[in-house]
């Protein structure tokens, strides 16, 4: 193989997902068997890289200042859950059993890992908080240590009394994620999430 070829190898393997032989396929088919497709995803990847950013608000993707669920004028603000990552987001947008807005964290507190509160996109959150904005707090977290752990430092964070606090937590088994639950289990876990205290 070509040092460039390598180098695209090596750069594709470090995407999630991808070991040394999917990299390898992906290169191949790109470079060999479907040249004619390489433009395109180079031209797809530099306008997404040059328009994509974190929605002000909630930190889902978007291309201006507000994502397209804060920008919808038909979602209720004042009742908002609270995921690890993007693609959180979309499994529960997918299962169609909310239609709140969200806060994407990008991540959880893992001081094993070096993720502490200043890692997570908490200000906009606590803003929201702050400014009366929200009503309801559905933690949608991992049911594990590092998500149980972040939902106890949002909780220790919100003024008692003022927002209701309820976590997902039936149908999600112990260890799992949003991300990887069918829709049947995501909109069961929604509809019987519990008071937070």
Same mark, same amino acid.
Do not use: W
């Given at each position: 193989?070509?040092?460039?070829?390598? %180098?695209?190898? %090596?750069?594709?393997? =470090?995407?999630? !997902?991808?070991?040394?032989?999917?990299?390898?396929?992906?290169?191949?088919?790109?470079? /060999?068997?479907?040249?004619?497709?390489?433009?395109? *995803?180079?031209?797809?990847?530099?306008?997404? $890289?040059?328009?994509?950013?974190?929605?002000?608000?909630?930190?889902?993707? $978007?291309?201006?200042?507000?994502?397209?669920?804060?920008?919808?004028?038909?979602?209720?603000? @004042?009742?908002?859950?609270?995921?690890?990552? /993007? #693609?959180?987001?979309?499994?529960?947008?997918?299962?169609?059993?909310?239609?709140?807005?969200?806060?994407?964290?990008?991540?959880? *507190?893992? #001081?094993?890992?070096?993720?502490?509160?200043?890692?997570?996109? *908490?200000?906009?959150?606590?803003?929201? *908080?702050?400014?009366?904005?929200? =009503?309801?707090?559905?933690?949608?977290?991992?049911?594990?240590?590092?998500?149980?752990?972040?939902?106890?430092?949002?909780?220790?964070?919100?003024?008692?009394? %003022?927002?209701?606090?309820?976590?997902? !937590?039936? !149908?999600?088994?112990? @260890?799992? !994620?949003?991300?990887?639950?069918?829709?049947?289990?995501? %909109?069961?876990?929604?509809?019987?999430?519990?008071?937070?205290?």
């Amino acid at each position: 193989m070509t040092p460039a070829f390598e %180098k695209l190898q %090596k750069h594709l393997k =470090q995407l999630p !997902g991808l070991g040394y032989r999917s990299a390898e396929r992906i290169a191949l088919n790109l470079l /060999v068997e479907r040249p004619e497709r390489l433009p395109a *995803l180079v031209a797809a990847l530099q306008t997404a $890289a040059a328009s994509v950013r974190r929605c002000t608000r909630c930190g889902n993707l $978007a291309e201006g200042e507000l994502c397209a669920i804060c920008a919808d004028e038909r979602r209720p603000t @004042g009742v908002v859950c609270v995921v690890e990552q /993007v #693609p959180d987001l979309v499994a529960i947008e997918r299962s169609g059993a909310f239609r709140g807005t969200y806060h994407v964290l990008h991540g959880k *507190l893992s #001081p094993v890992q070096g993720i502490a509160p200043e890692h997570l996109n *908490l200000v906009p959150l606590i803003a929201r *908080l702050e400014a009366g904005d929200i =009503q309801e707090l559905i933690l949608a977290l991992s049911n594990d240590v590092e998500g149980e752990a972040t939902c106890h430092y949002l909780v220790d964070r919100i003024p008692a009394g %003022k927002v209701k606090v309820s976590r997902i !937590g039936f !149908g999600l088994p112990s @260890g799992g !994620g949003v991300l990887y639950a069918d829709s049947v289990t995501l %909109k069961s876990a929604l509809e019987g999430r519990r008071n937070y205290s």
